[in-house]
């Protein structure tokens, strides 16, 4: 069974405080990942690369750049999972 | 008695240290375990050691793990975490000082640069593919993270530099720190070395060389400079960094005044990509270069912190050179080897020993080197040996050799200063 929305963003608040140390529960889903959180393009895809790990997603790195928000991501990794 | 020739202004001194080496994770811990001659030498337990000749080394006395958050330790190679715990302390020692940041260097050396990380991501690359290694990879491997990695913790700008000079890179990174203030490009630099190789392939690559002590069953006797029995170097990691400013600019902002980087020398063999010149010609010049540059005399050393790996061939070699750069005044000088404590820290060597010599003058003691207890008979000089020894009264001069592979010399010599 696929992950819930709250699931996908508890698990990618987890994997976002791991590699940056920001409290996973800063990490929601209006949050931008550059202009809020301020993670760098390297951190980003560190993220990613965690992320298609742990939902067992494929998440190719032009449409990586869509994901400007917390939500974008979550929703993107639902859909792909589903 | 020698006075500088040159003005306050001119004048480059020590005004904060910091290290993290095998004896402790400050630079008084270490100062203290090399006044002790205690070893940080120790019998390795990870699941590689096994395929290993050699299977003792000198880890850092403090994982980094203990002092860092994880994410910061997760984007550095380990030498740039080394480096990073060395120039804080070192920066707070100076009394954190205001300086423009265009007015700021940092000159952090390594002798080998990110080798654990490009080990284990090629390991990734291996068993996971090319998607599972870290975007941080490349500036987490190369030899000027480190030196990056302090330049954006002090917001430096007038250069970020690293010297690579195998064992010699730490006394260099010294040396062309000194050079960046006399030439007028910072008033304040930041300079060391740091070192973290402690893997299976740089002990195997060391161990065909026969360079590495196989005293696996006595860790903490195996690093015996200048002894009969000595039988090749321990590897040591860690880091040490110092605070180089003006005289003037230090007494300008109040900043207490360890010693006077007063003279470096640095020269080429030539003559073998790995083996010392016996004679030491190479390493004698850079000497006398140091000794001269300091507008001194042979007959005004008092200490010299030898690079004396404990290598059968190195250490007589240095003994020639030593000979040859003071002459007769040899016999004046006391010498001390600080690796029969920390093993060889390659890259961090010259700079973690720049501190010891910078305490000797400054303590006025110089550091035992440990486990001598049998003289090789072709060292012909006064070996600090069981207990400290203590330094005369007055104005003090000390010289930190350090030589690399590659026929590379460098000689710092270090000056007391009248507070």
């Known amino acids: ?82 | 008695m020698t006075t500088s020739r040159l003005t306050d202004s001119q004048r480059v001194v020590v005004t904060g240290l910091g290290a993290t080496t095998p004896l402790g994770g400050d630079v008084a811990s270490t100062w203290s375990a090399m006044l002790a001659g205690q070893s940080g030498v120790k019998v390795l337990t990870e699941d590689w050691v096994d395929m290993l000749p050699v299977q003792i080394a000198a880890p850092v006395a403090v994982d980094p793990s203990e002092v860092l958050p994880v994410p910061q330790i997760k984007r550095m190679d380990r030498s740039g975490q080394f480096a990073l715990i060395a120039a804080r302390e070192a920066w707070s020692d100076a009394g954190t000082p205001e300086v423009d940041p265009e007015r700021m260097g940092v000159v952090i050396a390594s002798g080998i640069g990110g080798v654990t990380t490009l080990l284990a991501a090629y390991d990734t690359l291996k068993e996971r593919g090319a998607r599972r290694v870290l975007p941080m990879t490349v500036p987490m491997l190369m030899p000027n993270g480190p030196a990056a990695v302090v330049g954006l913790e002090l917001s430096a700008r007038a250069g970020v530099h690293t010297p690579v000079s195998a064992c010699s890179s730490g006394a260099e990174a010294i040396a062309y720190a000194v050079d960046m203030i006399r030439s007028g490009r910072a008033d304040v630099v930041t300079a060391g070395g740091t070192e973290a190789a402690i893997h299976a392939l740089p002990l195997a690559g060391f161990a065909a060389m026969q360079a590495l002590s196989t005293r696996n069953d006595e860790p903490e006797r195996a690093s015996r400079p200048y002894d009969k029995g000595r039988d090749g170097f321990v590897l040591g990691e860690g880091a040490g960094v110092v605070v180089l400013e003006t005289l003037e600019h230090a007494r300008a902002r109040g900043a207490k005044v360890y010693a006077e980087v007063a003279g470096t020398g640095i020269s080429a063999d030539a003559h073998h990509i790995a083996q010392p010149d016996p004679v030491g010609a190479g390493a004698s010049r850079a000497m006398a270069q140091a000794v001269r540059s300091a507008g001194a005399t042979p007959a005004d050393v008092r200490h010299i912190n030898a690079h004396a790996t404990s290598t059968p061939v190195g250490d007589l070699a240095e003994v020639q050179a030593i000979r040859r750069a003071l002459g007769d005044a040899t016999d004046g000088v006391c010498v001390s080897s600080t690796k029969s404590v920390t093993g060889h820290l390659l890259g961090a060597a010259g700079a973690v020993e720049a501190i010891a010599t910078i305490l000797a003058i400054h303590d006025r003691k110089a550091p035992p080197t440990a486990n001598l207890e049998d003289l090789d008979d072709d060292v012909s000089l006064d070996v600090v040996r069981g207990e400290p020894r203590e330094l005369p009264d007055g104005e003090l001069l000390a010289l930190n050799n350090s030589f690399g592979f590659g026929g590379h010399n460098v000689a710092v010599a270090f000056r007391t200063v009248e507070q």
Do not use: H, W
């Not at chain 1, 992950?3 to 990490?27: K, M």
């Open chain 1, 1 to 82: 069974m696929a992950a819930s929305e709250q699931e996908i963003l508890e698990g990618l608040a987890e994997i976002v405080n791991e590699e940056t140390g920001i409290p996973a529960g800063d990490v929601q889903p209006d949050k931008s990942f550059t202009d809020d959180l301020d993670i760098d393009s390297l951190s980003m895809m560190t993220i990613v690369v965690n992320a298609e790990e742990k939902f067992g997603v494929r998440i190719p790195d032009d449409d990586v750049k869509g994901l400007s928000t917390v939500g974008d991501a979550v929703s993107y990794i639902q859909k792909a999972s589903a």
